[in-house]
Nanobody, 121 residues
């Protein structure tokens, strides 16, 4: 079974920085991609950033230039460096990983438990 453990959330003032980590463990054959979605109360979940195993990254328009996703394939870990945080970044951030768990299986998504990011004005 695959587990994703997220860390790094917290309370920060506007303009500050946080670094989120997401570590995958368990019955992993390969990970095709990892990334983060976020969801604020009363809002739809939205994609924040993704990174493939080859290091190709994508960032949502709302965070581009402020957030940077990176990864360490050897550690099955992804990171989200968040700079110049704004109150509108306040949300629960959910890590995901597209994981293959066996030789006859296809990749499927797994989700972390979520970590709260709160940005005060």
């Amino acid at each position: 079974q695959v587990q994703l453990v997220e860390s790094g959330g917290g309370l920060v003032q506007a303009g500050g920085s946080l670094r989120l980590s997401c570590a995958a463990s368990g019955s992993i054959i390969s990970i095709n991609a990892m990334g983060w979605y976020r969801q604020a109360p009363g809002k739809q979940r939205e994609l924040v950033a993704t990174i493939t195993k080859d290091g190709i990254t994508k960032h949502a328009d709302s965070v581009r230039g402020r957030f940077t996703v990176s990864g360490d394939n050897a550690k099955n870990t992804a990171y989200l460096q968040m700079n110049s945080l704004k109150p509108e970044d306040t949300a629960v951030y959910y890590c995901y990983a597209d994981v293959r768990t066996g030789p006859l299986s296809s990749h499927r998504p797994y989700w972390g438990q979520g970590t709260q990011v709160t940005v005060s004005s």
